[in-house]
């Protein structure tokens, strides 16, 4: 029976060691998983944050003058701050590029439309592929807006690049994308 003194306490003890090993690595990957989940979640906003900027610069790409007219100014290099969780303070600074006019094609007249633009002017179906009435001197048009998104609180930085297609008058393509 001597022989054994102690035995129990030292297997014990390798059992006691074996569960803290196996409850820290658990911990770690909670932990890892947590702040996984966590940076995405930032990603997704910082994105959000983006694509809302992105939609305003598109909506007022070519808004009409004060006396009605097409917008003949070129599009300018803008910053958004926005509040994603509506608590009054800045979560993301969007700094907008100036946008980019990639390609612009004049949408065609196939006679078969009918359609009424604005100011009452009249065309057919376009052949460009957008969807789009045609009217006359018409132009589809690809703009890229390209967005950089800082996280005020981490300075983590995102980049989103989107298209927009913007249809555009004779006056207004040779102005902005010729």
Same mark, same amino acid.
């Given at each position: 029976?001597?022989?054994?003194?102690?035995?129990?306490?030292?297997?014990?003890?390798?059992?006691? /060691? &074996?569960? #803290?090993?196996?409850?820290?690595?658990?911990?770690? /990957?909670?932990?890892?998983? &947590?702040?996984?989940?966590?940076?995405?979640?930032?990603?997704?906003?910082?994105?959000?944050?983006?694509?809302?900027?992105?939609?305003?610069?598109?909506?007022?790409?070519? /808004?009409?003058?004060?006396?009605?007219?097409?917008? &003949?100014?070129?599009?300018?290099?803008?910053?958004?701050?926005?509040?994603?969780?509506?608590?009054?303070?800045?979560?993301?600074?969007?700094?907008?590029?100036?946008?980019?006019?990639?390609?612009?094609?004049?949408?065609?007249?196939?006679?078969?439309?009918?359609?009424?633009?604005?100011?009452?002017?009249?065309?057919?179906?376009?052949?460009?592929?957008?969807?789009?009435?045609? /009217?006359?001197?018409?132009?589809?048009?690809?703009?890229?807006?390209?967005?950089?998104?800082?996280?005020?609180?981490?300075? #983590?930085?995102?980049?989103?690049?989107?298209?927009?297609?913007?249809? &555009?008058?004779?006056?207004?393509?040779?102005?902005?994308?010729?």
């Amino acid at each position: 029976m001597h022989g054994q003194d102690g035995a129990a306490l030292i297997v014990g003890l390798i059992m006691l /060691l &074996l569960i #803290t090993l196996a409850v820290t690595a658990g911990f770690t /990957l909670s932990n890892t998983n &947590l702040k996984s989940v966590g940076n995405m979640q930032s990603r997704n906003e910082a994105v959000a944050a983006s694509n809302r900027a992105i939609e305003e610069v598109a909506a007022s790409l070519l /808004l009409p003058g004060v006396d009605g007219s097409p917008s &003949l100014a070129a599009p300018q290099a803008t910053a958004s701050l926005v509040d994603i969780d509506n608590d009054g303070t800045t979560d993301y600074r969007v700094d907008i590029a100036a946008p980019t006019c990639v390609r612009a094609t004049k949408s065609t007249d196939t006679g078969g439309g009918g359609a009424i633009g604005p100011g009452g002017i009249g065309g057919g179906a376009s052949t460009a592929g957008s969807g789009l009435n045609a /009217l006359p001197d018409q132009y589809n048009s690809v703009w890229d807006i390209s967005t950089t998104v800082t996280h005020a609180a981490s300075g #983590t930085v995102t980049s989103v690049r989107q298209g927009v297609r913007a249809l &555009l008058s004779k006056a207004q393509f040779e102005a902005l994308c010729s």
